[in-house]
């Protein structure tokens, strides 16, 4: 069966859509997400707002579909850095990754604090943003359960390959506390047998990565970071090596 072509109505419709999306994504910028409102953005887009609510019947509304589309950006921005890197540098995937996540960050602040930022007061996300949002924390996981692939959880020496600090089994309530992450990535595929000490070291990592974002675009490194990208690297490139990443090639 062939696929119909949208009708000029469909096409006009989405074009509306886009630009009170786009118009926004400008005020989660200039003011902040907390702040948005559907007046605002219809005198932006030069439309009523009785009209704007035909496309988004509320703010909520209007925020759930932002939230799809940039952690739906963020993501297809990430699986591009990283998909064409070769498979076996898993430092390299990493870095590639993390480096996506910076970029599109800083050229996004707003967005970026949308996703990342404090919670909109009575706002609560819908089931509909999961899958979206968990589009970048996927590659990352992928890249760490890739490069341990061959390493059952429940085999890892107590030193594993690091040989550094405390494994997780040494604190009584490690384990359990990340219990949730480990069964999420035995049970989406990630690895047969995860590691809760790799696990840990990922969960660490992965709010590292955005911690250092945080702090970098709401200004908290003001007087401490001076190369943000340079800094943003070499903390991501410890944090590579922390998780026991392997590259047959120098990181560029």
């Known amino acids: 069966m062939v696929d119909k072509a ?53 703010r909520d509304d209007l925020l759930t579909a932002l939230l799809v589309l940039d952690y739906d950006e963020l993501g297809a921005a990430v699986e591009a850095a990283e998909s064409p890197v070769d498979r076996a540098d898993h430092v390299g995937r990493w870095v590639a990754a993390c480096r996506a996540i910076r970029g599109w960050a800083v050229a996004h602040p707003g967005d970026f604090a949308l996703l990342y930022g404090s919670p909109v007061p009575g706002y609560v996300a819908p089931q509909d943003t999961v899958a979206p949002a968990s589009r970048t924390t996927h590659v990352l996981l992928r890249v760490v359960t890739d490069a341990w692939a061959a390493v059952p959880g429940s085999a890892l020496p107590p030193d594993w390959r690091l040989g550094a600090g405390p494994s997780v089994d040494s604190r009584p309530g490690t384990a359990a506390s990340v219990a949730d992450a480990v069964r999420y990535a035995a049970t989406h595929g990630f690895h047969a047998d995860p590691a809760p000490e790799v696990v840990l070291r990922t969960l660490m990592a ?35 090596h922390d998780l026991g990443l392997a590259s047959p090639h120098p990181v560029p």
């Open 206 to 240: 992965w709010t590292t990565v955005y911690g250092m974002l945080s702090f970098e675009l709401f200004g908290h490194a003001v007087g401490s970071v001076s190369e943000h990208a340079a800094y943003f690297d070499e903390v991501v490139v410890r944090l590579a």
């Open 6 to 58: 949208p009708t000029a109505r469909a096409l006009a419709r989405e074009t509306v859509r886009t630009a009170i999306l786009d118009a926004a994504r400008a005020r989660l910028t200039e003011e902040g997400p907390a702040q948005l409102s559907l007046r605002a953005v219809a005198r932006d887009v030069g439309m009523v707002s009785s009209a704007v609510y035909r496309y988004f019947p509320s």
